[in-house]
């Protein structure tokens, strides 16, 4: 049945209890490795003289056992005498090509020369080799070999890569030696798939081609390098132990070990942790941004980072800067300088008067340290305005103290945070009194009545003032500016009271009209008058007193016969009453007779009331007369 070259097998894999099976279809390839052969090394063959050209003289039979092309037989003639045979080259067939002579005797030798039937082969189609990247040039690395069957130039070989040279750092010498002809970088490429081509010297050559993988060996000649030079992190504060703050990275292009990264901190950091293997950086502690900043100044940690491989004899490493920014949250609200400020400001002063700027601090920063103030509270009238942004409180309006002398405003500060935080302070704004206001009596005029028998020194009457202003701007001083005749009447300055100073006479001077000042001490000072009126009351200190006149001047009418007369006299008395009685109706008592008739009273001088005639006209003496008034 002829050489097996095909096998078909199914082995068996188990794993504990499990077991898989799988055909696996093995081919053997032929090689050239076998020379053609004839079943006689020599044959005799016997001619007829007469044969015709063309005549079958031989059919020369040799075999290969090789396949394909290997098996196929090419046959020649190695000698032709006077070229009188021809052979088929396919089928050895050896044919007359002219007239045979009966006499003679040909040796004919039919030799199987050699045709370039036979390709180079290598010995394997496909070679790996490994060599160490740091392998220099010009050094010689592999060999390969192919054969050829043939003879002559058509055995001889050269070689060729043809595919997978990159950069032409390989080449090969003529007896198929590999060599480095630039230099190798791992980094760069680490595996070359080289096509080698090993061709004969024929006219029509002939080839065969084997795959060389060509894989470089690390050498640590590659340091880890970071992928930045300066990492920047932001890293809220208040955030729990243990979290995240970023990575760090670097890539050492070696292989295996050499490749192997660790990172470490260059100098200790207590409130940070670097992961050896990954990288990461985490904190170690609750940062507070505002502590920081108080403690040290700065809330930015800066430190180093270091990388190494693993590689020997000695590790490479590469180094980076780091810089951790603690980032502000907002956590802490704005505080005021004071919890309560005061300011003092003229009831006449100008709208737009700046009183006083309040501040508040937020140890935040950025937005969240960001400030905003306003009056949420005191500021009714909006007598007052104060600047978002700066704090300065300013008077929009007009005060006046006797209105509201004080104000207390309370004032929110805000940051700018996305939940904002707040605190307050209060303004205590006194407003300070300006002379603005006279004394003001509580009638526009006043009147008093007093006897004209007050002893000095006696209260006349008591004028009160007010004023709203307030301090020394309230206070009164009372005076006489007018009228006080001979300076009767004396004012105390600080209390109004007014005094008797000289002896009232009612019948020298009965009214008074003084005008009584209330200046108040201001600047300057501001006063207002009231006009006192004083009614002098007669008291009957004076006896009445008749002007010389003759008899004939009065009329009398005297009751006789024993009856009560009445003395009627229309004469002129030096005695005023001040109850304002018809100065001829005084009454008249007199102690003594007349004839007989006492006068009890005085009837008017008409005497409509007296007795009708007879009635007589008397010579009288000089009289006293008294009145009957006490109140006079």
């Known amino acids: 049945t002829g050489p097996r070259r095909t096998w078909l097998l199914s082995p068996l894999r188990q794993r504990g209890d499990v077991m898989g099976e799988a055909l696996v279809n093995i081919t053997v390839k032929d090689l050239n490795d076998n020379a053609p052969h004839f079943l006689h090394a020599v044959e005799h063959v016997s001619a007829v003289e007469n044969w015709n050209t063309g005549h079958h003289i031989f059919q020369a039979k040799a075999s290969d056992p090789d396949e394909g092309t290997n098996g196929m037989v090419v046959y020649s003639l190695q000698q032709n005498p006077r070229r009188l045979f021809h052979i088929h080259e396919k089928h050895g067939l050896i044919t007359l090509t002219g007239p045979l002579e009966r006499s003679s005797t040909l040796l004919l030798t039919v030799s199987v020369y050699d045709v370039n039937d036979n390709a180079p082969t290598f010995d394997q189609l496909s070679y790996e080799v490994i060599i160490p990247e740091s392998e220099p040039v010009n050094s010689r690395f592999f060999k390969v070999e192919a054969l050829d069957k043939d003879s002559g130039l058509n055995g001889e070989i050269v070689y060729d890569i043809t595919d997978g040279n990159s950069n032409d750092v390989f080449g090969i ?159 802490n609200a704005p505080k005021f300088s004071k919890d309560i400020y005061r300011a003092s400001i003229s009831e006449s002063a100008q709208n737009m008067t700046q009183l006083l700027r309040v501040s508040a601090s937020d140890m935040d920063e950025s937005k969240n340290g960001l400030l905003h103030y306003h009056i949420s509270e005191g500021n009714k009238e909006n007598w007052f305005s104060i600047d978002s942004s700066s704090g300065q409180v300013t008077l929009v309006g007009k005060l006046d103290y ?101 002896k009232l006479d009612y019948e020298t001077q009965s009214l008074y009209k003084l005008n009584i000042t209330a200046k108040d001490n201001g600047m300057p000072p501001r006063s207002s008058s009231i006009p006192l009126v004083i009614h002098v009351r007669d008291f009957n200190d004076n006896p009445p007193v008749f002007t010389p006149v003759t008899l004939g001047q009065c009329r009398w009418c005297v009751l006789c016969s024993g009856c009560l007369g009445e003395l009627i006299a229309s004469a002129f008395q030096q005695h005023i009453c001040t109850a304002g009685l018809p100065r001829h109706m005084w009454r008249f008592v007199w102690e003594q007779e007349v004839r007989g008739c006492a006068v009890s009273c005085a009837l008017p001088s008409s005497c409509s009331e007296c007795p009708q005639p007879p009635y007589q006209r008397l010579q009288i003496p000089p009289i006293e007369t008294s009145d009957s008034f006490t109140d006079c």
């Not at 295996?256 to 985490?282: C, H």
């Not at 003001?440 to 008093?448: A, E, I, N, R």
Request: proline letters at 5%; one cysteine or more.
């Open 402 to 502: 006797e209105t509201t002398s004080s104000y207390s405003l309370k004032i929110v500060a805000e940051d700018s945070g996305s939940v904002p935080l707040s605190s307050s302070c209060l303004l205590s704004i006194n407003v300070l009194d300006e002379n603005d206001n006279s004394p003001s009596f509580p009638k526009s005029t006043m009147t008093v009545d007093v006897l004209e028998n007050m002893r000095i020194g006696e209260l006349v009457a008591s004028v009160t003032a007010t004023d709203s202003d307030s301090g020394s701007n309230a206070d009164i001083t009372y005076s006489i500016v007018a009228n006080n005749n001979h300076g009767t009447f004396s004012i105390s300055p600080s209390t109004g009271s007014i005094f008797l100073v000289r």
């Open 173 to 331: 010498f003529p007896d198929g030696q590999l060599y480095i002809k630039a230099e190798l970088d791992r980094e760069v490429q680490d595996r070359y798939d080289l096509v080698l081509v090993a061709r004969d010297r024929a006219v029509e050559p002939l080839s065969a081609s084997a795959n060389v993988t060509v894989i470089l060996d690390d050498v640590n000649d590659n340091r880890p390098l970071f992928n930045s030079t300066n990492y920047l992190f932001r890293f809220e504060e208040e955030r729990p132990r243990g979290s995240l703050v970023g990575w760090v990275f670097a890539e050492d292009r070696d292989a295996g070990p050499n490749s192997e990264v660790r990172y470490s901190f260059e100098t200790p950091q207590p409130n940070f942790e670097l992961n050896a293997i990954t990288g990461e950086l985490t904190s170690t502690l609750q940062l507070d941004r505002e502590s920081l900043m108080r403690q040290r100044g700065t809330a930015v940690f800066a430190f180093t980072v270091i990388s190494s491989d693993q590689g020997l004899p000695k590790p490479l490493r590469d180094q980076a800067k780091v810089q951790v920014y603690i980032q502000d949250i907002n956590d």
